[in-house]
C-alpha cells in the first residue's frame, strides 16, 4: 500500500501564493509521474500539473506560468506552488501519483482545499 499526505491549502487573497506537497510512503518500487489535479464545485476533476521521474513537466493552460511543479526523487514528494492565484483557482487539489509495485498502480490524496478571495 501507498500513502500519500498531503499540506499546504487555504484560504488566500486574489494575487497572493501558496504551496502544495504531497509525500509518499509505503510500498513503492519506483515512481513514474508525480501531480496535482483539482475540482472545484460542480466540475469534473482536472489536470492541474503533473512531473515525470525523468523531470518533464506539465501545465494546464490556466495555470501555465502561475503554477511551479517540482519534486524530490529522493524523498518522493512533489511540490506545486501557487502564484498570482485568482478566484478560479478555488478548489480541492488532490495528489496523484503513479507507481510500480508488481505492476502499474495510481493513488490519490485525499485532497486540500484552496480558497481565494477576490
Known amino acids: 500500500q501507498v500513502q500519500l499526505v498531503e499540506s499546504g491549502g487555504g484560504l488566500v487573497q486574489a494575487g497572493g501564493s501558496l504551496r502544495l506537497s504531497c509525500a509518499a510512503s509505503?510500498?513503492?518500487?519506483?515512481?513514474?509521474?508525480m501531480g496535482w489535479y483539482r475540482q472545484a464545485p460542480g466540475k469534473q476533476r482536472e489536470l492541474v500539473a503533473d512531473i515525470s521521474s525523468g523531470g518533464r513537466r506539465n501545465y494546464a493552460d490556466s495555470v501555465e506560468g502561475r503554477f511551479t511543479i517540482s519534486r524530490d526523487n529522493a524523498k518522493n514528494t512533489v511540490t506545486l506552488e501557487m502564484n498570482s492565484l485568482k478566484s478560479e483557482d478555488t478548489a480541492v487539489y488532490y495528489c496523484?501519483?503513479?507507481?510500480?509495485?508488481?505492476?502499474?498502480?495510481?493513488?490519490w490524496g485525499q485532497g486540500t482545499q484552496v480558497t481565494v478571495s477576490s
Open positions: 509505503g510500498s513503492i518500487f519506483s515512481i513514474n509521474v
Open positions: 496523484n501519483v503513479v507507481y510500480f509495485w508488481g505492476s502499474t498502480r495510481a493513488v
